[in-house]
């Protein structure tokens, strides 16, 4: 199984970035993504599992998950960006139970994470 997520860069706050996650390899019940600050720990900021669509309440109706199944790829559109998304954004699929979907323990397969900067 491999994960390569793609997409991240450096905008201005109130811009957008799409970053995308290509998977190989098989299928599976979960697709997430988390993000890690600069000294912080690895934070859930959006899942994918089964049909329903999960978020962190600071990213609500700013970013939002899609999946392309024929592709096996999973995206992040992330709009109205602010200075505190600053982070190191990492992909991930697993097959976790409904309450680990939110803790990367719930995750086996990752991407080697993108940088995601939001200038002020």
């Known amino acids: 199984v491999q994960l390569q997520a793609s997409g991240g860069g450096l905008v201005q706050a109130g811009g957008s970035l799409r970053l995308t996650c290509a998977v190989s390899?098989?299928?599976?019940?979960?697709y997430a993504w988390f993000r890690q600050a600069p000294g912080k720990e690895r934070v859930f900021v959006a899942a994918k599992f089964g049909g329903r669509t999960y978020y962190t309440d600071s990213v609500k109706g700013r970013f939002s998950i899609s999946r392309d199944n024929v592709k096996n790829t999973l995206y992040l559109e992330m709009n109205e960006l602010k200075p505190d998304d600053t982070a190191v954004y990492y992909c991930?699929?697993?097959?976790?139970?409904?309450?680990?979907?939110?803790?990367?323990?719930?995750?086996?397969?990752w991407g080697q994470g993108t940088q995601v900067t939001v200038s002020s």
């Open positions: 991930a699929a697993g097959d976790p139970i409904l309450s680990s979907l939110r803790a990367p323990e719930g995750y086996r397969n």
């Open positions: 390899g098989r299928t599976f019940r979960s």
